[in-house]
């Protein structure tokens, strides 16, 4: 077998779904000539209710899947995995993993009113990491979070704009609305899908706040670090896995990157 350049290697990014091609936007924007693969584990989404155990077990499998196929980084593209997984990730494997957690400490730095919102799966909102950070940076702020389960699997089977989707929407934002929140954090990866909806319900005064980019810049930062940039002219190439078929992987990916994309089957 051919050995690839090290620079030249994919990097790797996993989610429980369509969320995590939101990172791969981002990465795309800031780390053009890279090579990506990109892993969603459509079969067993949502996450966000599972158990910690599983959600650790179903991640490590998607980072043996992409270091079979020697990526030179990971990136957690889900806040959910995040939360119950890095850890246990980080201990195990040697790349660099970058992961994702909700933008508290920038929301904070961003309010006026001193009272966030931070929208999350119910593992993410419950989760210990959500619970540091809050207890790290929000001092005399107030931090409230909502768990939004049902939101996840609307957005993964493309009912966007439906009913159903504001509806639920509404029912979680209006108490963070009645509570003076000025801003509101994005927790989940897949919320960015659905950030219009959010805005017109909340209004324009209120900032939302996602990770995206942030996550890229920081895998920007590890990768030149570790002298891992692709310096290639040309952009680089994506290939897409998943644990089950969806139409609404392939149109999702066609939207952000504007590339058509046929995702092959992982179990
Ligand atoms: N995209 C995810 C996150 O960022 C996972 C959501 C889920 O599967 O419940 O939390």
């Known amino acids: 077998m051919v050995k690839v350049n090290e620079a030249e290697r994919a990097i790797g990014l996993f989610d429980s779904g369509v969320g995590g091609l939101t990172v791969l936007d981002c990465v795309q924007q800031i780390l053009p000539a890279e090579n990506l693969i990109y892993v969603a584990d459509t079969a067993h989404a949502p996450y966000g209710d599972k158990s910690v155990d599983y959600i650790c077990e179903r991640s490590q499998h998607m980072c043996d899947l ?74 005399e702020k107030q931090v409230l979070i909502q768990a939004c389960p049902g939101l996840v699997e609307l957005i993964e089977a493309g009912e966007t704009d439906g009913n159903k989707t504001q509806k639920l929407l509404q029912r979680y934002l209006q108490p963070l609305l009645d509570a003076g929140v000025d801003t509101l954090v994005l927790g989940c990866s897949h919320y960015p899908l659905i950030h219009q909806q959010i805005q017109s319900l909340v209004g324009e005064k209120i900032e939302l706040v996602e990770t995206g980019a942030p996550v890229a810049r920081e895998l920007q930062r590890r990768l030149s670090k570790n002298n891992l940039l692709n310096s290639a002219s040309d952009s680089g190439k994506v290939q897409v896995f998943s644990s089950a078929p969806s139409t609404q992987l392939e149109l999702i990916f066609e939207q952000i990157t504007g590339a058509k994309v046929l995702a092959e089957r992982f179990e």
């Open 66 to 139: 992409l270091i079979d196929r020697e990526v030179k980084a990971i990136v957690i593209a889900c806040n959910t995995a995040t939360a119950a997984a890095a850890s246990v990730l980080r201990e195990q494997y040697e790349l660099p993993i970058i992961a994702m957690e909700p933008g508290v400490k920038p929301a904070l730095a961003i309010s006026k009113s001193g009272v966030i919102g931070v929208l999350a799966t119910a593992e993410t909102a419950h989760s210990k990491q959500l619970d540091d950070l809050v207890s790290r940076y929000a001092g």
